[in-house]
């Protein structure tokens, strides 16, 4: 079993910076998959960020959060984090931690065996 819990979340102001972290605990030698996903008010979840280390480290993002959100591993912490910089109002969501193995698209949720309670973020305009 793997335990996954989300901090860091908060309300900014669009523009603003919010740093995510993903804290793993418990059999987490098999994950070699961390995602972010998220899910605003009346829509699915969508995927924003993962890192993999099963083959080489890779790093991957959805077109609307790249060359803003940067993933990261801090393998000595056990953690996961999100930095989130320039915020959008559209970036207003609940933002969930996920844990799985080798997965060759780390944008399918249904690829992780383990997820997070989630997070808020809230950007104002």
């Known amino acids: 079993q793997v335990h996954l819990v989300e901090s860091g979340g908060g309300l900014v102001q669009a523009g603003g910076s919010l740093r995510l972290s993903c804290q793993t605990s418990g059999r987490t030698f098999g994950s070699t998959t961390m995602g972010w996903f998220r899910q605003a008010p009346g829509k699915e979840r969508e995927f924003a960020a993962a890192?993999?280390?099963?083959?080489?480290?890779?790093?991957s993002y959805a077109d609307s959060v790249k060359g803003r959100f940067t993933i990261s591993r801090d393998i000595a912490k056990n953690t996961i984090s999100l930095q989130m910089n320039s915020l959008k109002p559209e970036d207003t969501a609940v933002y969930y931690c996920?844990?799985?193995?080798?997965?060759?698209?780390?944008?399918?949720?249904?690829?992780?065996?383990?997820w997070g309670q989630g997070t808020q973020v809230t950007v104002s305009s």
């Open positions: 996920a844990a799985g193995g080798a997965i060759p698209n780390p944008s399918a949720s249904g690829s992780y065996n383990y």
């Open positions: 890192i993999s280390w099963w083959s080489g480290l890779r790093l």
